[in-house]
């Protein structure tokens, strides 16, 4: 049985030391702004549970072999072009890289990326190849059956995480699978610690624009969780990738749902600004 988080906190005096936060993004039914249009819920109304004291490990896409990391990055697990389709090397050298909190710019220096440069890689892979699934998919992913995915087409990349590092969050999509195995997923969906023993026992891979934003180094422990997209706040995450090209699709489509979109998103912005100045301890009741 899955543990949440205010279980958690309520059972374990230590843990709640540590800052785990119940709810990062605000999910009730309390307004924040007055007779303004109310937002959609999420698809699930319940926070997925959070994966606890988890080491993390710094990858980047472009990222060539080593004897410690023999796998290249110029692919993932699910896009054969991810160097290209991303628009280039994201150069994790910090004097390679914008990292700006006041304009929100995270990323290389070099190049406006195509894609999310807040990307994680967990270990499981949803498909065996194109054509079939792994057999236990659709028992271990609580959003499969959602979906209904037609056999081989993966329903993990882009997935929403919350990682939360010394009363910081943000928001990154899954593009790849890893550190190390790609069939854990007693760990990824259940609550098993990682199989692997290398790097720590590490559990999740995050990219440079993560590192830069939560103030983290290679090996350093985080909290993570999914979360449904009505549930990712506005910020840096948004800026580059699959959201503006979404609302560029709508408005050819429909101009007027375009617009309606754009409305909805900058009431969002003004509320996810407003929730971020509050303390902790506002966030955790």
Known sequence: MLITP??????????????????????????????RPTYPQPAVTAPYP?????????????????????????????DTQWSINFGGYDNPDPAARIANHTTGEFRPKNFIPKLNPFY???PYNDVLNYKTHKP????????????????????CKGRWVQ???????CFAQWEDCGPWVTDDHEYVFGNKPPKTTQNGAAGIDLSPSIRDYLGLKS???????????????????????????????????????????????????????????????????
């Open 136 to 155: 236990e998919a659709s028992k271990v992913i609580p959003w499969f059956s959602r979906f209904r995915p037609l056999p081989g087409k993966t329903v």
């Open 50 to 78: 959070w994966r606890t004291h988890v080491t993390s490990t710094i990858f980047w896409i472009g990222e060539q072999p080593t004897a410690n990391n023999p796998t290249p990055n110029c692919k993932s697990s699910w």
């Open 120 to 122: 994680v890689a967990l």
């Open 219 to 285: 090996g350093q422990k985080v909290h993570w969780r999914f979360v449904e997209p009505g549930q990712v706040p506005y910020g840096p995450w948004k800026k580059y990738g699959n959201d503006p090209g979404a609302v560029a699709n709508v408005e050819r489509n429909d101009p007027s749902a375009a617009a309606d979109q754009r409305y909805m998103e900058n009431l969002r912005k003004m509320r996810d600004e407003q929730f971020l100045k509050k303390p902790l301890r506002e966030l955790q009741n």
């Open 163 to 169: 990682i939360y590092f010394e009363k910081r969050s």
């Open 6 to 35: 205010a279980a958690v906190l309520a059972t374990d005096p230590l843990l709640a030391q540590t800052g785990v936060p119940r709810v990062v993004v605000p999910t009730g039914s309390r307004p924040v702004y007055q007779n």
